[in-house]
């Protein structure tokens, strides 16, 4: 599956464009009073300004895979890296065969950059953002993780991620180039437990998927 678009809520533009226009260097493609959106490799990620709550999310990008370090000392320079325990900052997923650190954007949104050693990303220059491959997870928030996973399945015919894992409270739907990871409620989120809240966002994903969580 992969991500075309994602589209989520921010509480202050001025702010979302400098964090991703100039900390993580990402094209922006355009720009109005209401909106911003950025070029992420082969997805596009699009902001709406809010007013009536200060939203934040959990996702993350394929990044390429023989960069990993340079990617790690590149954001470290930029932004504090959260820990994954006391002594470690570098998360490793064994079943999915993927590495991975976090970092807060400007709204307090959880981002990811992984490297998922199946697939076949490479590049010969130093890092920047175009190692940037796409976005490839987002957190879809929800009271049911069940329900709604079956609903992505049957509706858009998204499959249940072969990798894992599936869960009561969470569950991995797609493919390795995009996921939509279900999560209960305050569940946690990786690296530091911070509790997952439902916010308005769309999903565009290939082939022929628009999906809305918490409509706007």
């Known amino acids: 599956m992969q991500i075309t678009e994602l589209i989520l809520e921010t509480h202050s533009l001025p702010r979302t464009r400098l964090f991703y226009q100039k900390t993580l260097e990402l094209d922006l493609i355009s720009e109005t009073d209401h909106e911003l959106c950025f070029r992420a490799g082969r997805s596009l990620l699009r902001f709406r300004h809010t007013e009536n709550q200060k939203p934040y999310y959990h996702f993350a990008f394929n990044i390429t895979n023989n960069k990993f370090s340079d990617a790690f000392e590149w954001i470290n320079q930029k932004l504090d890296i959260l820990p994954v325990s006391d002594d ?67 509706k858009w015919r998204i499959p249940y991620f072969e990798k894992g894992p599936r869960q009561p409270d969470f569950i991995a739907m797609g493919d390795e180039y995009g996921l939509i990871l279900v999560s209960q409620q305050k569940r946690g989120w990786v690296p530091n437990q911070k509790p997952a809240r439902a916010f308005p966002l769309h999903i565009a994903a290939l082939p022929d998927i628009q999906i809305d969580g918490q409509k706007y």
Do not use: K
């Not at 954007?105 to 190692?131: H, K, Q, T």
């Not at 796409?134 to 709604?148: C, H, P």
């Open 88 to 154: 470690m900052l570098i998360a490793s997923y064994e079943n999915w065969n993927a590495q991975s650190f976090y970092f807060y954007d400007n709204n307090g949104s959880i981002l990811e950059f992984i490297v998922r050693f199946d697939l076949p990303y490479y590049r010969p220059e130093a890092f920047s953002s175009r190692c940037i491959e796409e976005i490839s997870e987002i957190g879809w928030v929800t009271d049911n993780v069940a329900e709604t996973a079956a609903a992505l399945h049957q």
